[in-house]
């Protein structure tokens, strides 16, 4: 059964906003941190930031001034956004759940969602 | 440039043992736990280890990790050709305040 369900947009201009929204299935929302983690074609993991029920972030400091991360702890959702994004912006974005106590510890993950930047 | 330094590309023949490495620095192998992922091709990343050793609910025991210093290493024994996937270590980084990953290893069973 799905646990993370994402979607949000799969194509954009760039100077556009990317908009990614995850909605949560399993377990207590208010337990875990939920992350996002993108993935460039042919690449490896980026994860871009974090945010638990509280609304308490971390990001990743090459992405900070772009990402706004955001939870709807009434619909059990947290969604990301990324501010003027250009080709190398393009890439798998994935939802993911973490441990609140070991943060790299993600235990369940949305299916992806690909975004393409491109004008 | 990953913040987790990983061979990019390991092999061995079926039924045979591999190791992958991960190599970090203090604020972040050294001092927090890891936790080793594998991704199959077209899929999302799948938890194998936390915190060091332990292995995630469903992995089998040919799956191990172990953790020196400011270094790291997964073990895959009795290699099948189901294992040939991307391998990614990651851990908190002290420093920058988030996860970081290593730039994932390509497993080749042959």
């Known amino acids: 059964q799905v646990q993370l369900q994402q979607w949000g947009a799969g194509l954009l201009k760039p100077s556009e906003t990317l908009s990614l929204t995850c909605a949560v299935y399993v377990g207590t929302f208010n337990d875990y941190y939920w992350s996002w983690i993108r993935q460039p074609p042919g690449k490896g993991l980026e994860w871009i930031g974090e945010i638990n029920h509280s609304g308490s972030t971390n990001h990743n400091p090459s992405l900070k001034s772009r990402v706004t991360i955001s939870v709807d702890t009434s619909k059990n959702q947290f969604s990301l956004k990324l501010t003027s994004v250009t080709a190398a912006d393009t890439a798998v974005y994935y939802c993911?759940?973490?441990?609140?106590?070991?943060?790299?510890?993600?235990?369940?993950w949305g299916k992806g969602t690909t975004v393409t930047v491109s004008s | 440039q990953s913040v987790l330094t990983q061979p990019p590309s390991v092999s061995a023949a079926p039924g045979q043992k591999v190791t992958i490495s991960c190599s970090g620095s203090s604020s972040n192998i050294g001092n927090n736990y890891i936790s080793w992922y594998q991704q199959l091709p077209g899929t999302a990343p799948k938890l194998l280890i936390y915190?060091?050793?332990k292995r995630f609910s469903g992995i089998p025991d040919r799956f191990s990790g172990s953790k020196s210093g400011t270094s790291a290493t997964l073990g895959i024994t009795g290699l099948q050709t189901g294992d040939e996937a991307d391998y990614y270590c990651g851990t908190w980084d002290s420093s920058l305040s988030g996860v970081v990953f290593g730039g994932g290893t390509k497993l080749t069973v042959l």
């Open positions: 915190e060091n050793d």
């Open positions: 993911a759940r973490a441990n609140p106590e070991r943060r790299s510890m993600m235990d369940v």
